[in-house]
């Protein structure tokens, strides 16, 4: 007789706790590995196979003697390296540890298939000795993935901000210079009428009108650039318009610099600005055949639809405000020299140039007008193989509730009229042009500096005024409430309304367009005496 009570007590709890462990070690989400000092392989749990791939059965367990790194089991050692980005270091780290039992360490593993893997090694000790090791392994990819679009995200934010503060910035430039041009071009333009036009005056003032309109056409590009330009959307057949461009584009461009188009016979219908379409486009072709230079070089004009998946949108380089859906795309290529990653980011910056002559304006107001229209712009460059922009407009249903405001044609046809004009800007050299020319066109003139000013004036000279020029953008008392205003004493009376705002922004802001007339600043004065003709008239 031999007493085993011990004995089994022994094997029992050995057995309640090898069940606990395996139980533990098979509830984790990681993927755990036991190794002993030579690498054979004492345990894993289940999450381990599935994670790297192995299958079932194939990783002998417990004692089973398979070195992981002796290589005798060559087919698990292959397997995992297959795996792996790059195998070498992690073989490099596997031996390193094995050769330093006391040490622990972690690292992040990237896997061919774009999987990560976060890894730790753990030294196991008996009595402070150590005998083995024990390898834990976490997927991370959905982690890194969020990351990685967390600060993709945050960069194009920074970005968006950065652009829109940029064209705050650039509109409010673009609305004073607005005003100071509108004051000289007009002053320029009434002198003129005065002088003889032999006298050696005249040619001067034609010199200060050339730079006022150039300066205008900086101003135009800025405010194109903050998505306040002259707009006058309707629907448009791109078709069409991009033959024009083509013709355009071949007058512009050096000889040695060939226009290819390849445009698509027929598009849908868009909403767009014709007249700022097509610069847009012609800034492009502008740029392209810039780059091209001196040498001979091709530039494509493409034209054709693109269906933007809602994927497409994160994963494509679009700059600008796009949804999913049918998109015109409008696309220029060129077979210059290309732009690198550091100039690509920068190219759509205000100002940001690299030409000598440059302005850096081109693209930043191609931007400005192609978000004005809800689309965006991609560009795909690499050093030593071109370029490509291309522009997306999104196809929507024409909104046909507005009605398209004419076209201003100038004319200076000599037209007298009688009555009286009530002038309303804030800018007193804006009023006095405004002035001079509604009284050389046989109107009287009253004044007005503010919108306080302007309704108790109206409201004194009600019946005897028969038309407003009244500015838009005034401290105080915005012309819009001057509008609103003018209208409960006399509802009839023809305004018009002089800004450097769009013009389907002007529309939404004065709601009521009826005896409503828009007019964009600087204007020569021939138009101000054509739109005083429609008013009244
Ligand atoms: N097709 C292209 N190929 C190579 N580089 C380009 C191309 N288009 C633009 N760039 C680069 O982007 C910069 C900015 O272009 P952008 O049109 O805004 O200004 P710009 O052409 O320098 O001046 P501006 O158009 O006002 O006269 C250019 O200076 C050039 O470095
Ligand atoms: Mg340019």
Redesign the pocket.
């Known amino acids: 007789m031999r007493d085993v009570t011990a004995r089994k007590k022994a094997e029992s709890d050995l057995k309640q706790s090898v069940s606990l462990l395996r139980a533990t070690l098979e509830s984790t989400a990681d993927g755990i590995l036991v190794v002993d000092q030579q690498g054979r392989i004492e345990d894993y749990n289940q999450r381990f196979a599935e994670l790297w791939h192995f299958a079932p059965g194939a990783l002998p367990r417990t004692g089973a003697g398979t070195p992981l790194v002796e290589r005798s089991d060559e087919n698990a050692i292959a397997h995992v390296l297959a795996q792996l980005e790059d195998p070498e270091a992690f073989i490099a780290r596997v031996r390193h540890l094995y050769a330093h039992p006391e040490e622990s360490s972690s690292d992040v593993l990237e896997f061919k298939d774009g999987r990560r893997f976060e890894r730790y090694s753990q030294p196991q000790t008996i009595d402070g000795r150590p005998v083995g090791r024990v390898w834990s392994f976490r997927d991370v990819t959905a982690r890194k993935v969020a990351e990685a679009e967390r600060a993709r995200l945050a960069e194009r934010m920074q970005q968006t901000q950065k652009m829109e503060s940029l064209g705050v910035l650039a509109g409010g430039i673009a609305h004073d210079f607005n005003n100071l041009l509108t004051a000289i071009l007009g002053n320029a333009n009434l002198l003129e009428s005065e002088v003889a036009p032999d006298s050696p005056a005249s040619e001067s003032l034609q010199a200060i009108e050339a730079a006022s309109r150039h300066a205008a056409e900086l101003c135009r590009?800025m405010l194109a650039y903050s998505g306040q330009g002259w707009f006058i959307v309707e629907p448009l057949d791109l078709s069409r318009q991009a033959a024009e461009i083509v013709d355009l584009a071949r007058a512009s461009v050096p000889r040695s610099v060939h226009v290819t188009p390849c445009l698509a016979e027929s598009l849908p219908t868009v909403t767009a600005d014709p007249v700022q379409l097509k610069q847009a486009v012609m800034?492009?072709v502008?740029?392209?055949a810039?780059?091209i230079g001196e040498r001979e070089g091709t530039i494509t004009i493409t034209t054709g639809v693109d269906t933007l998946a809602p994927g497409d949108l994160a994963s494509r380089t679009l700059v600008g405000h796009v949804g999913p859906g049918r998109h015109v795309v409008i696309e220029?290529a060129?077979t210059?020299?290309?732009?690198d990653a550091a100039?690509l980011n920068r190219?759509?910056d205000p100002f940001?140039?690299?030409?000598f002559?440059?302005?850096?304006?081109?693209?930043?107001a191609?931007l400005g007008i192609v978000r004005k229209h809800k689309g965006a712009v991609e560009v795909r460059?690499e050093p030593g193989r071109?370029?490509v922009?291309r522009i997306l407009v999104p196809t929507i249903e024409p909104d046909t509730s507005r009605p398209t405001p004419t076209a201003t044609t100038s004319t200076a046809e000599p037209w007298t009229e009688s009555g009286t004009v009530l002038v309303v800007d804030d800018d007193p050299t804006v009023r006095r042009v405004a002035t001079k020319v509604a009284q050389k066109c046989g109107f009287k003139t009253l004044k007005a500096a503010d919108g306080a000013e302007a309704i108790a004036v109206f409201r004194a000279h009600a019946e005897e005024i028969s038309c407003v020029i009244l500015d838009l953008t005034m401290p105080e008392m915005d012309g819009d409430q001057v509008l609103q205003s003018i209208r409960t004493i006399r509802a009839d009376v023809p305004v018009i309304i002089a800004s450097g705002h769009s013009e389907s922004e002007l529309l939404d802001r004065t709601k009521s367009t009826e005896h409503v007339l828009t007019l964009a600043k600087p204007y020569h004065i021939d138009q101000l005496a054509t739109r005083l003709r429609e008013a009244v008239g």
Request: no cysteine; charged share 10%; net charge neutral.
């Open positions: 590009q800034n492009l502008t740029n392209a810039e780059a220029v060129d210059g020299p290309g732009m100039l190219i759509f940001f140039t690299t030409r002559a440059g302005r850096g304006l081109g693209l930043s191609t460059s071109g370029s922009f």
